[in-house]
Structure formats: structure tokens, C-alpha cells
């Protein structure tokens, strides 16, 4: 019993180890075309700001399908769940409006477009409204 209980605490380690355990930072991603290349391939899954707590986007197939940008605390600040939506968010959770969100989170607010231009080259700031 104690062997088997030995074993499966190895295995646990093992598992830990093996999963990736880095976040895929946007500094480590090419756009080419508005696509996300990770060594020179089409990449799937989450691309974290480099500080790995500003914002994260998701990615499938080298197209980026999402965005979550997050207040100092780690509330969501802003949700892109789709091309054509933006969420907006005060720092306690609650859902607010484009104006108020940009009053009161300026420095969030402008974080947007230059992020938007960054991954998707041509695209208008009046579509992230």
C-alpha cells in the first residue's frame, strides 16, 4: 500500500511537470495577416500580455477569436467574446458602458486600440466601440 501511494504521488509529480507550465506571452507571437504564428506555426490557445495579467487572447488556428483585458485587482476589465462585442467592467465586476469606461479607465481604454492594431493591421477604432 505504501509502494502504491509512492507510485501515485510520482505520477502526480510527473503530470505537473510535464504540462506546460509557462504562459505563451505576446511578445513570443508573429501576426502575420492578423493571424498568431508561435514558431512559425498557426497557434491555438492563450496569448498573455507579456506581464501575463493585463490581458489574454485566445486563439484558434492562428486567429484570435477573444480578448479579456483585467483591472490591477484581476477583475475582468473588458471581454471581446466575439469580433463584433466589447463588455466593459468596473473594478468590482459590474457591467458599465463604453463612456463610463473610458472616464473612468483611461489608460485601459487606450490600451485597445493599440492592442487591436497590433493583432489585426487595418482594423478602425470606431469598430472597437
Known amino acids: ?10 505520477v502526480a509529480v510527473l503530470c505537473l511537470i510535464s504540462c506546460k507550465a509557462d504562459k505563451t506571452r505576446i511578445s513570443d507571437v ?16 492563450e496569448l498573455w500580455s507579456d506581464d501575463t ?24 476589465a473588458l471581454s ?9 467592467y468596473d473594478v468590482n465586476g459590474e457591467s458599465i458602458p463604453f463612456d463610463t469606461f473610458v472616464v473612468r479607465y483611461r489608460a485601459l481604454a ?5 492592442l487591436s492594431r497590433r493583432i489585426m493591421p487595418g482594423k478602425s477604432e470606431e469598430a472597437l466601440q
Do not use: I, W
Open 80 to 88: 471581446m467574446p466575439s469580433a463584433d462585442s466589447l463588455l466593459y
Open 53 to 76: 495579467t493585463s490581458y489574454c487572447l485566445m486563439a484558434e488556428e492562428g486567429r484570435v477569436v477573444s480578448l479579456a483585458m483585467y483591472h490591477d485587482n484581476g477583475q475582468l
Open 110 to 114: 487606450e490600451q485597445v486600440p493599440l
Open 1 to 10: 500500500m505504501r509502494l502504491l501511494k509512492l507510485l501515485l504521488a510520482c
Open 30 to 45: 508573429v501576426f502575420t495577416d492578423s493571424l498568431a504564428y508561435v514558431d512559425g506555426s498557426p497557434f491555438s490557445g
